[in-house]
C-alpha cells in the first residue's frame, strides 16, 4: 500500500570552493605584512681549543666604558647619555685616542634591559665606526669607503679595527658552580 521513498540528502556543489580557498590564500598572503626580525652582525672569532686565557694590557685612555643598567639608561664612562648622541661621543673618542688600533670600547649590559636599547647602543656605535673608517677611506685613498676596493677596505679596517669588549654575567645561584661576575 505506502511505498516508503528514499529521502535523498541535497548535495553542495562543491567545483569552486577549492579555487574560492586558493583565491583567499593568496589575498592574505599579498596582503599581510611579514615582521623583519632585526639583529646584530657580528663575525665572531674562530674557535681556539687551547682553553688559554689571553691578557691584554690596554691603556685607561683608550678604554670606553658604556653600561647599560636595568632600567635602560646609558652611561658611558659613569655619565649618563641618551642613546641618540652615542654615536657623536664614539667618533670623538675614536679619533682622539693615542692609539687607534689599542683601543677597546668595554660594553656592559644588565640581564634585565631591553634588548631594543641594546640593539640601538650597538647600532650607534657601529655608525660611528663607519663614520671614522669613511673618513679615514677618504683620506688615504680620496674617495668614500662605498667606492675602496678590497684591498683598500682591508686596509681601513686594519688601521680601525672594531674593538668591542662585552662583559657577561654569570648568575651564581642558577649555574651550580661558581662564576664570575
Request: proline share 3%.
Given at each position: 500500500?505506502?511505498?516508503?521513498?528514499?529521502?535523498?540528502?541535497?548535495?553542495?556543489?562543491?567545483?569552486?570552493?577549492?579555487?574560492?580557498s586558493f583565491m583567499l590564500l593568496i589575498f592574505f598572503l599579498v596582503?599581510?605584512?611579514?615582521?623583519?626580525?632585526?639583529?646584530?652582525?657580528?663575525q665572531l672569532p674562530p674557535v681556539d681549543n687551547s682553553k688559554e686565557e689571553v691578557v691584554t694590557d690596554v691603556d685607561k685612555d683608550n678604554v670606553l666604558r658604556l653600561v647599560v643598567d636595568d632600567k635602560n639608561n646609558l652611561f658611558v664612562d659613569d655619565k649618563p647619555m641618551v642613546v641618540d648622541s652615542l654615536k657623536q661621543h664614539v667618533v670623538a673618542f675614536l679619533q682622539h685616542c693615542k692609539d687607534v688600533e689599542e683601543?677597546?670600547?668595554?660594553?656592559?649590559?644588565?640581564?634585565?634591559?631591553?634588548?631594543?636599547?641594546?640593539?640601538?647602543?650597538q647600532n650607534e656605535v657601529v655608525a660611528?665606526?663607519?663614520?671614522?673608517?669613511?673618513?679615514?677611506?677618504?683620506?688615504?685613498?680620496?674617495?668614500?669607503?662605498?667606492?675602496?676596493?678590497?684591498?683598500?677596505?682591508?686596509?681601513v679596517v686594519k688601521a680601525c679595527p672594531q674593538r668591542l669588549a662585552e662583559i657577561y654575567h654569570t648568575d651564581l645561584k642558577n649555574s651550580g658552580e661558581g662564576g664570575e661576575e
Open positions: 500500500m505506502f511505498t516508503r521513498r528514499k529521502r535523498q540528502i541535497p548535495a553542495l556543489n562543491t567545483t569552486s570552493t577549492a579555487d574560492i596582503t599581510t605584512s611579514m615582521d623583519i626580525d632585526k639583529g646584530i652582525t657580528r683601543h677597546v670600547i668595554s660594553v656592559d649590559v644588565d640581564r634585565n634591559a631591553s634588548y631594543d636599547t641594546y640593539f640601538n647602543m660611528a665606526y663607519h663614520i671614522v673608517r669613511d673618513a679615514y677611506a677618504r683620506k688615504m685613498f680620496n674617495h668614500p669607503l662605498g667606492a675602496c676596493s678590497e684591498d683598500e677596505r682591508e686596509a
